[in-house]
């Protein structure tokens, strides 16, 4: 059960969907869509682009906010949207990815932001492999996003943290994505955008509040969770932690239903995020208890590798 992740793995669902195998799905936009404060026109950003020289990013952006000013480097501008993007991030984990390990850069960001009111630091429970020390946006960071257009406008942005359990869980989602993305890249694609399962509850449960009751809802559920790409299992509808929608070397859109599972997660519930076709994540501390589960009620999956 113990898989290195690869991209390969997933190349072979791209061309079949049988069984429970799903295609890709979505949500995802490296895209840092670069503006100033007057608003001019945005270029993407690759996924993880602009890492390798983030030594040399000295150069400053003046942004407009709510009746003040924010003069930001581009660094500081890609923290505030992953932070956007995922809610919740660890802060080493954003120093490795985020500032390809450099620790002192990334805090001096953090300060920089953190004086501004831009980010806050907060401090969470968790396993003591697990950084607690975790980052998240303000309002009037979230509010600067919006008003200088640093994402694309189908990327959803948040601020503040959720549940302190749910919190915990989420965190995951910036590494786990991180480690999917750069294999993206690596094979040809570009992440166009992540969609976190917040959004996806919501437009799903929009859709399901509007199935019309002269309809068998058997049918009409199968109906709209195939508009959202997504499966009735057991008569529900699973949502994956992330979708990521990528165009492949081809350019065709892809999508990606990605799972972070741990040892709370019960049988039938693992089960059917198996059967749903979502691609497994697990942190090592957890393959062990996943593995017995896994074999004892007979769920076909594999789990990756966290």
Known sequence: MDHPYSISDFAFSFRRREGTTRDLIERSSDSLDRGSSHGRPHRDREPNSGQSDRRSDRSRTVYRGRN????????????LTDLGKFRVVPADDLARFGYDGDVSRMESDVRNLARHGLVEQKTIEGHSSFA??????????????????????RQATYHGLVKPKEARHDADLYRLYQQVARDIADSGGKVRRVVLDFELKKDLYQALSRMRPDKDPRYERIFIA????????????????????????????????????????????????????????????????????????EITARIFAL
């Open 226 to 297: 195939n508009k959202f790409d997504l499966k009735v299992v057991n008569g529900k509808i699973p949502i994956p932690d992330l979708r990521i929608e990528y165009e492949d070397d081809c350019r065709e859109i892809r999508r990606l239903d990605l799972e972070v599972a741990t040892r709370d997660y019960r049988p039938q519930g693992l089960g059917e995020k198996a059967k749903a076709g979502f691609h497994l994540f697990a942190r090592q501390q957890d393959h062990a208890k996943l593995r017995r589960v896994l074999d004892t009620h």
């Open 132 to 153: 607690t020390k975790v980052l998240t946006l303000t309002k009037d960071g979230h509010w600067l996003l919006e008003r200088a257009q640093l994402v694309s406008h």
């Open 68 to 79: 003040r000013e924010y003069s930001l480097r581009d660094s500081e501008v890609r923290t």
